[in-house]
């Protein structure tokens, strides 16, 4: 056995050492295994690297494991992305990292040697990824490393780089798998959502397009939420219900909460939450046609709840439209037929648009003519009471507005007297008269029957008369002397017995023929005329005197009396025809 | 004639002789590597003996088989489990002569008694307490390779590389001929004899020991 001086070229370190020789055959020296096999714990430590994901934890199997490679350690690491790494050993110091780092910046994606304060040699290793430098592994030492293990150092810093390389390019990709998942869950939830969406609609719009009306709506809200459901008008009059545990009887806010109530959904233009209920508004635009109500007490209504309630609002506000619509159609008919026939048209063309109503115009009718008003003053709204007053009742579907008055045909023998105490009801409160003119037999007559009601009405405000409904018929003497057809005779007769009272009264507007009129009427009694006059008696009893002196009447006289009544009626009766 | 022998993960073989390092990450990974390699032992009829630290040595035996299972096998003296406290630690300290004398203890009368092959495993992060004696790790991991001819044996060590870092890794390749890793077996031509790796660890930098405790998870 000898031994000679052997030089072994691995992977690019050049080793020279006295190896023993033994029969011309080489064996291999121990500081050679001693590289290899570091090299083979390399190729360990650079799977274990390989398989992690985490950056952090690479950098620190790395770093520790510099001193196992020879006598140095890790002065520091530093990526190009974040900089000084946190869990690595860093250089001392914000100086030392600022000098360090502008010599890694000349250094470019190379590696070479730093100039480090208390290191007798440093060096930064480059760490390359896949796309170019990522940073440096700077590894300080007592006195410069051997060749090999520079090299084991070159090694492990370009595996570390790979490594590193590989689970930044993994966690983007994780991210981008998350990202993807997480559209696609998006994308999922919003596909089930329009699908549940059409369903809804679907389902809703079969209930619109069948007839099934606002039962069915309410019945189809139900059915897909589960929830009892309510159609209320806009006064919070229940119209249709669907599910259990009806209430009996349906409650009713006051008219002012009501009103807040429908303020606020509108403000807000989405269902609203109010008293254990979900109430979402039935509108075309600004015109509240129902509310479509979710009763919810628990609060555990949903978003799909909150769709199929919105959505079964919208097909009610289509369906309460329709039949407004109608309404509205079937009403302005029925305003033409009225007004024709209040008008004196034809009879022929009164009888055609009747039929279009299927309405009996044949049979004996009687004109209303209803003034009043509610709490405030809303002709729209006084007009829909009346009209829904007089199909309550009975007492008519014909109708229209003129003037301030709303005129209804009332087929002969409706309950009007119960008429004005329904428009009441339905307006809250306010005021309400009613003339009844005759009946009318025939479509031409109507005309004289609207006459008639007129001045029924007026014949009670000039008497001051007390009663809500006032029908032309009970009105006596007033009835006659209006079918006088010359008023100029009963013009004349009024003059003979009243002209120099009613000359008085103009001149110094002064009261004495309303004094004597009232007088007569209460049959001569000072006390209940001056009651009804609001004076005192002694006030009547002076007008009395200055009647009898203008007049030159003696009241005491029972035929003088009869005259000057019949006069007073007379007189009472030409204001009313004439205005 | 060569005696190979299962692993016990499918596709994995061992050799009579073979001092393989086994590196996993967590409890998890762990077992899926010890209960296949205990129990494919303990049906072939091998002595296996189980040295634990991160985890209760019931639990292992609960892992291992049904209870009359296990019952037979420790009443057979076939099975032999124990806590790092009772072998690498069980003098409070640890020492390569006593705990190679561990290993003797068991395998020698084995063999030589009614088994005709014995696998050992040993769950080696008891390294990482602050125990007297501890820094002897990689030269203990050598000194088992003189151990492992003298008789019919395997014995598998167990490092956890969620607790063991950088600095150990390559020190105990160097003294593993083979090296289990990401469920393969990896054959170490390179690996140093003990006197090798004794010789020339003397003239290098030992591990610093204290330096794993430092950073490690555990």
Redesign the interface.
């Given at each position: 056995m000898s031994s000679a001086a052997r030089s072994v070229d691995i992977a690019g370190s050049r080793l020279t050492t006295d190896v023993p020789v033994a029969d011309g055959a080489a064996k291999v020296d121990?500081?050679l295994?001693?590289q290899?096999?570091?090299?083979?714990?390399?190729l360990?430590?650079s799977?274990?690297m390989t398989?992690s994901t985490d950056e952090r934890q690479i950098l620190?199997?790395?770093?520790?494991?510099?001193?196992?490679?020879?006598?140095c350690h890790v002065a520091g690491v530093r990526l190009v992305n974040s900089g000084w790494h946190a869990t690595s050993p860093p250089c001392a110091g914000p100086d030392l990292r600022v000098a360090v780092g502008a010599q890694l910046h000349q250094l470019g994606g190379g590696g070479g040697m730093l100039a480090i304060q208390n290191e007798q040699w440093a060096w930064a290793f480059p760490l390359r990824g896949l796309e170019g430098p990522i940073g440096h592994l700077v590894v300080g030492a007592p006195e410069e490393p051997s060749g090999s293990e520079q090299f084991l150092l070159r090694v492990l810093a370009q595996q570390t780089g790979v490594a590193l390389a590989n689970a930044w390019l993994h966690t983007k990709e994780r991210a981008t798998a998350q990202q993807l998942a997480a559209a696609n869950t998006a994308l999922a939830q919003t596909i089930r959502a329009l699908e549940r969406s059409t369903a809804i609609h679907d389902q809703l719009t079969r209930v619109a397009v069948s007839g099934e009306g606002q039962e069915g709506i309410a019945r189809a809200v139900h059915k897909l939420t589960g929830f009892p459901v309510a159609v209320e008008d806009r006064y919070g009059n229940l119209r249709a219900w669907a599910g259990p545990n009806r209430p009996e009887p349906y409650p009713k806010d006051p008219q002012a909460r009501r009103e807040q109530m429908l303020r606020r959904a509108l403000r807000e233009d989405r269902p609203i939450r109010e008293a254990g209920r979900l109430l979402a508004i039935a509108r075309p635009r600004e015109d509240v046609l129902g509310v479509l109500v979710l009763v919810d007490p628990g609060g555990t209504a949903g978003e799909q709840e909150l769709v199929a309630l919105e959505h079964g609002a919208t097909v009610l506000a289509m369906e309460l439209a329709r039949l407004r619509s109608l309404a509205d159609t079937e009403l302005r008919v029925r305003r033409e037929l009225v007004d024709h026939l209040l008008g004196g048209g034809d009879e022929e063309g009164a009888l055609a648009l009747a039929q279009m109503l299927d309405y009996d115009l044949e049979r004996p009718h009687q004109v209303l003519v209803v003034e009043g008003r509610g709490r405030r003053r809303d002709e729209d709204a006084f007009f829909h009471a009346v009209r829904r007053a007089a199909r309550d009742v009975g007492a008519g579907v014909l109708l229209m507005a003129r003037g301030r008055a709303i005129v209804v045909l009332s087929p002969t023998g409706a309950p009007f007297d119960r008429l004005c105490g329904a428009v009441l009801a339905e307006l809250g409160g306010g005021t309400c008269r009613i003339g009844v003119g005759g009946v009318c037999e025939r479509p031409s007559e109507f005309p004289r029957s609207y006459r008639e009601a007129q001045f029924a009405l007026k014949m009670q405000a000039i008497a001051k008369g007390v009663a809500q409904v006032v029908q032309f018929d009970a009105l006596g003497v007033y009835r006659l002397l209006s079918e006088v057809p010359d008023t100029a005779g009963v013009e004349r007769f009024v003059r003979s017995w009243l002209g120099a009272l009613l000359d008085y009264d103009a001149r110094r507007n002064s009261e004495l023929v309303d004094t004597l009129t009232e007088y007569l009427k209460c049959g001569g009694s000072y006390d209940t005329a001056a009651q009804s006059l609001s004076v005192h008696r002694n006030t009547l009893k002076y007008r009395l005197q200055r009647i009898r002196e203008i007049s030159g009447h003696d009241l005491s006289c029972p035929e003088t009396r009869f005259n000057l009544q019949l006069a007073t009626r007379a007189w009472q009766t030409l204001m009313g025809l004439r205005s | 004639m060569t005696h190979t022998l299962e692993l016990g993960i499918p596709g994995l073989r061992l050799t009579a002789g073979d001092h393989v390092c086994a590196f996993y990450r967590g409890p998890g990974e762990r077992d899926e590597i010890l209960i296949p390699y205990l129990r494919a032992g303990l049906v072939t009829g091998d002595k296996c003996i189980c040295v634990v630290d991160a985890v209760e040595p019931r639990q292992v035996l609960s892992a291992l088989g049904s209870e009359a299972e296990v019952n037979g096998w420790i009443s057979d003296t076939q099975l032999e489990l124990r806590a790092s406290t009772e072998a690498y630690l069980r003098s409070g300290r640890f020492c390569t002569e006593e705990m190679l004398a561990f290993w003797e203890d068991f395998v020698g009368p084995a063999v030589t008694g009614k088994f005709t092959f014995a696998r050992s495993v040993g769950e080696m992060t008891w390294a990482l307490r602050q125990a007297p004696g501890v820094d002897e790790l990689i030269g203990y991991e050598s000194e088992l390779n003189r151990f492992l001819p003298r008789y019919p044996q395997v014995i598998l060590c167990l490092y956890d590389l969620e607790r063991f870092g950088g600095e150990i890794i390559i020190d105990i390749v160097k003294t593993h001929p083979r090296i289990l890793l990401g469920g393969m077996v990896v054959d170490n031509p390179n690996y140093l004899e003990p006197d090798e790796f004794l010789a020339i660890r003397s003239r290098s930098a030992p591990v610093d020991i204290q330096h794993v405790y430092d950073h490690s998870a555990g």
């Open positions: 121990p500081l295994r001693d290899l096999s570091n090299l083979r714990g390399l360990v430590l799977m274990v398989e620190d199997l790395a770093t520790r494991a510099v001193p196992s490679l020879g006598r | -």
